[in-house]
């Protein structure tokens, strides 16, 4: 659907990356973006507007990093970026960059705006395993949501007294097993768009997109059965 990589593909490669910086004594960056207030865009405009958004903010960002680096989608409107060999102020220049185009991109035109806001962390200043590494990148991502959106943050130690994730799955899940958060919104997600008015070719290409991220896996076929046979 956006062209990034599927979660499993991300996971796998943040783990690759990870052991070859730890063995050649190498620093590498990554940065978590999100879409400012998409269910907003899905419920007035419909999740296929909210796709097409999706795909070119992902296309503007994979134009603004090089061959080496690797974008995947983590769930639901949250995307991340590795930046192998990258400091932590080189993620924050070129997350900066790619904030500033989706904002000047106008990809709604006058419609409404799209802006992203961007958590980043580096290791291994700042996380030196890749739990460690996702947890901190989400909590600069908060951050970045609670402080007005549409900008950057870099992870602090302060982060750890003041990050608390709130969603719609608040007390439901507690502790900071950010794997279970994102499925479970990506269930919430799937339930919505089976209540969608969209014509039901668009629903079924929407809802495969979600599952191949659900389940982390490379396609999805829809096969259709026929009761009389």
Known sequence: LTGAKTRGCLENSIEKILNESKENQKEFSVFMYDLDNFKGINDRF???????????????VMDNIDSKSICGRYGGE??????????VAKAYE????????????????????????VGV???????NSKGEIFE?????????????KNRCVIWNEKFNYKAKVTNKI?????????KDSRNVLVMVEFMEMLRDDNEIEKKIFSILGRLIEFFEATYCS????????
């Open 94 to 117: 070129i997350s900066e960059i790619v904030r500033d185009k989706i904002d000047k991109a106008k990809i709604l035109g006058d419609k409404r705006s799209v802006t992203i806001s």
């Open 78 to 87: 949250e995307f991340i970026v590795i930046l192998p060999g990258c400091s």
């Open 121 to 127: 962390v580096s290791y291994p200043d700042m996380a």
């Open 222 to 229: 829809f096969i259709i059965l026929d009761n009389s046979s």
């Open 136 to 148: 901190k990148v989400d909590k600069a991502l908060y951050m970045a949501k609670n402080s007005g």
């Open 170 to 178: 608040t007390g439901i899940i507690t502790g900071n097993d950010v």
């Open 46 to 60: 419909g999740h296929g507007t909210g796709d097409k958004v999706l795909k070119e903010a992902s296309r503007i």
